[in-house]
């Protein structure tokens, strides 16, 4: 279908702080499908709870901005329970890789046909700028006024070290890359993993925001890497918080079988081996009498 970026705008105005990460992210998703082409009543877009996960309410697909940290299984249990569907999974550090980062794991080892994007802005925005899973050590939050004790999550070698068969990463300082990414993402057929480095202008570090994004992120592509060989991307991942690379770090050469593929094969199987109507009727009939007599 031919489809454009304004298709998938919706009417509400978004109420993000001016200058938030999240509008590039937003015009880079609407990219994304436009290229992609299916069109917005074939897509579900589910999110859990943060400023990030307002996302698919400004979109024109099926939305559903669930429970925090809750995001993944919601998108898992659709994309089963119709799989024909393009299942798009968005939320924040916070609630991806703290309250929800036990969901991580189990969705990347499932492997459904979905696309998880993170926006990934260091803090807890929502709430007003406590320390989040991603927070980089020694940050003074309103939750560590002395600076933070607690080494950071590393969310690319996260979902790299659970098997995850795709993983990117890009920023909106980078539109055009953002939105290749996406795309990207979403064609590849199984789990795909794009972190967005998404900055909070409000509590978010000053010396970490878009113009600074410009100035150090890197193309992986452009550094030669080669995207199918896992042990160079979990190299590149490492330099997480001191590195910005863009790109896709890791993509399966060969796509692992999808959990919603395997589910649909086996129901195919079962139906063959399944008795007609009647004679199960008939079973149950049978059964119940002998209970009674
Ligand atoms: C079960 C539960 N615990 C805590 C909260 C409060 N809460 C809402 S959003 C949020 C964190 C938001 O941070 P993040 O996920 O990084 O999203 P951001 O706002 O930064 O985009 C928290 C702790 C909640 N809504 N539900
Ligand atoms: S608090 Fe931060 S993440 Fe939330 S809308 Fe404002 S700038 Fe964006
Ligand atoms: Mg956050």
Redesign the pocket.
């Known amino acids: 279908m031919n489809c454009q970026p304004k298709d998938f705008k919706s009417d509400l105005k978004p109420i993000w702080c001016p200058g938030c990460g999240?509008f590039g992210v937003v015009q880079a998703i609407y990219r994304a499908l436009a290229a992609v082409g299916r069109p917005p009543h074939e897509i579900a877009f589910v999110s859990?709870?943060?400023?990030?996960?307002r996302i698919p309410g400004y979109t024109t697909a099926y939305g559903f901005n669930s429970?925090?940290?809750r995001a993944l299984p919601i998108a898992q249990g659709l994309k089963i329970a119709n799989p024909d569907l393009l299942v798009l999974c968005a939320?924040?550090?916070?609630?991806?890789f703290?309250?929800g980062g036990g969901h991580v794991a189990h969705a990347i080892r499932r492997n459904l046909d979905l696309t998880y994007i993170v926006?990934?802005?260091q803090?807890?925005?929502?709430?007003k700028g406590?320390l989040?899973p991603t927070s980089k050590l020694g940050l003074k939050t309103v939750t560590s006024d002395l600076g933070s004790l607690e080494t950071p999550v590393n969310p690319l070698l996260y979902v790299l070290s659970y098997g995850a068969p795709f993983v990117a990463q890009g920023t909106p300082a980078d539109m055009a890359g953002l939105a290749a990414v996406i795309e990207e993402a979403i064609r590849y057929p199984g789990f795909s993993f794009v972190n967005v480095q998404?900055p909070?202008v409000t509590f978010g570090e000053d010396d970490w925001q878009l113009k600074q994004h410009k100035a150090v992120m890197k193309s992986v592509a452009g550094l030669g890497h080669d995207a199918s060989d896992v042990i160079a991307a979990m190299r590149l991942a490492q330099a997480y918080g001191s590195e910005l690379y863009t790109g896709v770090l890791y993509r399966a050469p060969q796509p692992p079988a999808t959990y919603d593929a395997l589910v649909r094969e086996r129901q195919a199987e079962q139906q063959k081996k399944a008795l007609p109507r009647e004679r199960i009727l008939e079973l149950f009939a049978a059964k119940k009498k002998e209970t009674a007599a």
């Not at 859990?48 to 996960?53: E, K, N």
């Not at 803090?123 to 709430?127: C, Q, V």
Request: a negative charge; hydrophobic letters at 20%; proline letters at 0%.
């Open positions: 999240d859990g709870i943060g400023c990030s996960s429970v925090h940290g939320g924040g550090d916070g609630d991806g703290s309250i926006m990934d802005n803090i807890y925005g929502l709430t406590q989040s998404s909070c």
